[in-house]
Every structure is written in C-alpha cells, then in structure tokens.
C-alpha cells in the first residue's frame, strides 16, 4: 500500500524559501507568478495489504510526532491503494 502525506505551511506563517522561489522564478522570466508557498511531500509504502482506515491513522501519527511541525505546518493524509 502506497501513501503521500504532504506538509505546507499555515496560513499567515512567513515563507522566506517560498519567496525566494518566487524571486527566481520572475528573474527567469516565467510570467503569472503571483506567489509561491514551499512545502515537503512524503511518499511512503507501507508493509502489507494493512486496512486503509488504520493505515490512515498511523500516518497521521507518524506526522503529528514527526513529519509536520504542527505548531506552524499542515498535513494531508492520502492513502493510494
């Protein structure tokens, strides 16, 4: 079973790398930026055939404790199949 978990940060948390990005992108020429926010995508394959519902929940975990900094960051569970 394949997962993504994707972590951005919130609303209303600065985003210098995000910024940055922005920057470069206009510098190269690339027309319609407006902004860019930066985040992290993790794709994991679990052990197993496990239970969609229970795999769900043990990624969340594994993001509260690890993946996201939930004090200034998001998540988003997806279990893939």
Same mark, same amino acid.
């Given at each position: 079973m394949k997962a993504r978990v994707t972590v951005t940060?919130?609303?209303g948390i600065l985003d210098p790398q995000g910024k940055a990005i922005e920057g470069a992108l206009k510098s190269l020429g690339v027309s319609g930026i407006a902004s860019v926010r930066q985040g992290k995508v993790?794709? #994991? %394959?679990?052990?197993?055939a496990?239970?969609?519902?229970?795999?769900e929940a043990a990624l969340k975990d594994a993001a509260d404790k690890l993946l996201?900094?939930?004090? #200034? %960051?998001n998540y988003r569970v997806e279990v893939l199949g």
């Open positions: 940060l919130k609303n993790f794709d #994991i %394959e679990l052990d197993g496990a239970d969609k519902a229970k795999a996201a900094n939930t004090v #200034i %960051e």
